[in-house]
């Protein structure tokens, strides 16, 4: 039986310590909380644009479709990782290359 991860194209998921450390050092955090595609995704792009190589832009949103969509829009700028509350919640780290 093929897990959802075999049906998905989702980044790599991190663990509650290693988000919650991620978060706490991160060079921008945008609240997506409400906002659908593709909205998110263009405010990833621009503001990756802001930042320089190697800084880490976090993205919080409860519009789990965005946990695919925005990785795919940044492409080969950035490495994407997410994770996830269990309750709703989702971040999207951003690593600019």
């Known amino acids: 039986m093929p897990s ?6 989702a980044p790599d998921e991190l663990s509650d310590e290693r988000a919650d450390a ?5 060079d921008e ?19 990756l644009q802001a930042l320089s190589e190697g800084d880490l832009l976090v993205q919080e949103t409860d519009h789990v479709p965005c946990t695919e969509n925005v990785p795919r829009a940044v492409g080969d700028d950035a490495d994407a990782r997410v994770w996830r509350s269990g309750d709703g919640v ?3 780290f951003l690593e600019k290359r």
């Open 29 to 47: 955090v945008q609240d997506m909380m409400g906002e659908v595609c593709p909205y998110p995704q263009v405010e990833a792009k621009k503001g």
């Open 4 to 9: 959802i991860d075999d049906v998905t194209d």
């Open 90 to 92: 989702y971040r999207i």
């Open 22 to 26: 991620l978060l706490e050092d991160a």
